[in-house]
T-cell receptor, first 114, second 114 residues
Framework: DAGVIQSPRHEVTEMGQEVTLRCKPISGHDYLFWYRQTMMRGLELLIYFNNNVPIDDSGMPEDRFSAKMPNASFSTLKIQPSEPRDSAVYFC????????????FGEGSWLTVV | AQSVTQPDIHITVSEGASLELRCNYSYGATPYLFWYVQSPGQGLQLLLKYFSGDTLVQGIKGFEAEFKRSQSSFNLRKPSVHWSDAAEYFCAVGPAAAGNKLTFGGGTRVLVKP
């Protein structure tokens, strides 16, 4: 079975540019999570969705960050405008209630803002 | 509020030796507990999980973990380490309810000496 698929795997962009990260969750999963990993702060939950509806976005750092889930098989995390301090690994993950909410992670999108 | 502490930031172990990684959690109810492993440049892979029942759980790659409610601990062990076990290990705790919003520990980086 295909796991959580993220794109791009690596992105280098200039400060001020818009960045869009994409995620395809595991088919049939009803929860989708966006995490950010940095050396300083470790793994942080940014936002999560249930059945395409945002449930908790309290971890989104500021208004420059936005996330959408237009359908059950696709989600985006957008940063506009990007700043160097946004450099991090962004993980998408998904889970399903019937599997006791075990979360499965994608390979991550490695973002560098210069 | 839930929290996870991994007291050891780095551990160095010789190949073939045993390994134990510590995890202490703070949680107000019955927790779901997880261990994930992250190899360099990779995403997080689920090693094992505890929901209920037998407090000694077996995972992939020869790992096991023991849940001790009285000590609020969920330590990870492996009897004989292989060089490929060099990675970062994360303990996580989440609610026994829908929408598993996991809280991660800071991680323990394991180095394996030949």
């Amino acid at each position: 079975d295909a796991g959580v698929i993220q794109s791009p795997r690596h992105e280098v962009t200039e400060m001020g540019q818009e960045v869009t990260l994409r995620c395809k969750p595991i088919s049939g999963h009803d929860y989708l999570f966006w995490y950010r990993q940095t050396m300083m702060r470790g793994l942080e939950l940014l936002i999560y969705f249930n059945n395409n509806v945002p449930i908790d976005d309290s971890g989104m750092p500021e208004d420059r960050f936005s996330a959408k889930m237009p359908n059950a098989s696709f989600s985006t995390l957008k940063i506009q405008p990007s700043e160097p301090r946004d450099s991090a690994v962004y993980f998408c993950a998904s889970s399903i209630v019937t599997a006791r909410n075990t979360i499965y992670f994608g390979e991550g999108s490695w973002l560098t803002v210069v | 509020a839930q929290s996870v502490t991994q007291p050891d930031i780095h551990i160095t172990v010789s190949e073939g030796a045993s390994l134990e990684l510590r995890c202490n959690y703070s949680y107000g109810a019955t927790p779901y507990l997880f261990w994930y492993v992250q190899s360099p440049g990779q995403g997080l892979q689920l090693l094992l999980k505890y929901f209920s029942g037998d407090t000694l759980v077996q995972g992939i790659k020869g790992f096991e973990a023991e849940f001790k409610r009285s000590q609020s601990s969920f330590n990870l062990r492996k009897p004989s380490v292989h060089w490929s076990d060099a990675a970062e290990y994360f303990c996580a705790v989440g609610p026994a309810a829908a929408g598993n919003k996991l809280t991660f520990g800071g991680g323990t980086r394991v180095l394996v000496k030949p």
